[in-house]
């Protein structure tokens, strides 16, 4: 889509009332967003657009200016996708209902590559300690293979996802149920999480327009987007009635995996989860029971996903360990400092990379 059909796509998609079914009806009937942009509200009101969205047009003409428009999401770093753009994501488009549209901060990039390795991880807002580290656990397994991380930026198990998988070095994904702007993100004590999220490698995003604010009625839209996005939900801890159970029915109804982490039968916070084990979902107690669902070697992804984070001067020393290798033979090879290797070798053996033998030598695993 080129930049001036995105610039009306924008103008509506700002409007109050206005989704992606309107979003549609419009471009199909007028040709284009910019023809029906400027047919205006009356000419909605032939072809059937609801009097709500028809009403919302009709009062936002009067007052938004599609370029100025433009120039504030220049202005916050903010980009737009949309469904036909090489950058969406793939496995989003094969949902019953998905977005037209996405905005967001970070690397875009990221949506598209590695569908097939990304999990969601959503839970409860009040988790438990056990929950907390069971989060931790199975995130850390998960982010050592490569998986992205998809999680909806909220308090409790969200916001500890997206932690720890920062705190590993991962790509996570955040998806809001407002604006991407710094200034609406909810909650607001996330504002500085999303941050870190944009500038690690990550992406923030949703289908709504920069200062939409969270309302009840997003939340079950954007959980569409969370489970739409990745391969497999993972619900570590969920009340009876949580928003974690609508994610993961919906992953279930778009035929995707659905995992649990089972927990204490007098728990509250494990009703949701055991209760998903009861109907079928998949109970893991360790990253390596998702790993295999998804057909990785969990071990070798590990290795894999270790090495692209070395620096050039670690890759070097491992690219020398084809074949055994002693610490005096390495330093004539490399011209490093006896204590330099040591502290290298160290790295990558626990990494799981390298291992010794016989004292003295090294060799890539």
């Known amino acids: 889509m080129d930049i001036e059909e995105i610039k009306f796509l924008?103008?509506?998609?700002?409007?109050?009332?206005?989704?992606?079914?309107?979003?549609?009806?419009?471009?199909?009937?007028?040709?284009s967003f910019a023809n029906a942009w400027r047919a205006g509200a009356n000419a909605c009101e032939r072809f059937g657009v609801d009097a709500p969205a028809r009403d919302a047009i009709a009062a936002h003409q009067k007052i938004v200016d599609p370029d100025r428009a433009m120039q504030k999401l220049a202005r916050g770093n903010i980009w737009i996708i949309t469904e036909d753009d090489p950058a969406f994501p793939p496995l989003l488009k094969e949902i019953s209902y998905p977005p037209i549209m996405l905005y967001g901060r970070g690397d875009k990039n990221i949506l598209a590559s590695n569908p097939h390795h990304a999990i969601a991880v959503v839970g409860t807002r009040r988790p438990t300690p056990y929950g907390l580290e069971a989060a931790e656990h199975l995130v850390e397994k998960l982010v050592g293979a490569g998986i992205t991380i998809v999680s909806g930026l909220a308090t409790g198990i969200d916001a500890k996802a997206h932690a720890v998988t920062l705190a590993h070095k991962g790509i996570t994904i955040a998806v809001l149920g407002c604006g991407v702007d710094q200034d609406t993100i909810f909650p607001p004590e996330n504002r500085g999480l999303a941050q870190k999220i944009a500038e690690s490698g990550g992406a923030v995003i949703?289908?709504?327009?920069?200062?939409?604010?969270?309302?009840?009625?997003?939340f079950p839209m954007r959980n569409r987007i969370i489970a739409g996005l990745a391969q497999g939900?993972?619900?570590?801890?969920?009340?009876?009635?949580?928003?974690?159970?609508?994610?993961s029915r919906m992953a279930l109804e778009e035929n995707r995996d659905v995992f649990a982490v089972p927990g204490s039968i007098f728990?509250?916070?494990s009703v949701g989860p055991n209760r998903l084990i009861q109907q079928g979902a998949k109970a893991v107690t360790d990253g390596a029971d998702i790993l295999e669902e998804l057909g990785i070697d969990g071990l070798s992804a590990m290795r894999h996903h270790a090495a692209l984070a070395l620096t050039g001067e670690e890759t070097s020393v491992l690219n020398l360990l084809e074949e055994p290798a002693s610490i005096d033979a390495l330093r004539q090879k490399t011209g490093f400092a006896t204590g330099t290797l040591l502290s290298m070798l160290s790295v990558l053996e626990l990494k799981g990379i390298i291992r010794s033998s016989d004292g003295d030598n090294y060799q890539k695993i």
């Open 10 to 31: 924008n103008a509506f998609n700002a409007i109050p009332n206005v989704g992606a079914v309107t979003l549609r009806a419009l471009r199909d009937h007028f040709g």
């Open 233 to 247: 939900t993972l619900v570590v801890e969920a009340r009876e009635k949580s928003g974690a159970l609508i994610t």
């Open 267 to 269: 728990s509250p916070t």
């Open 206 to 218: 949703s289908e709504y327009a920069p200062e939409t604010p969270a309302v009840k009625e997003h």
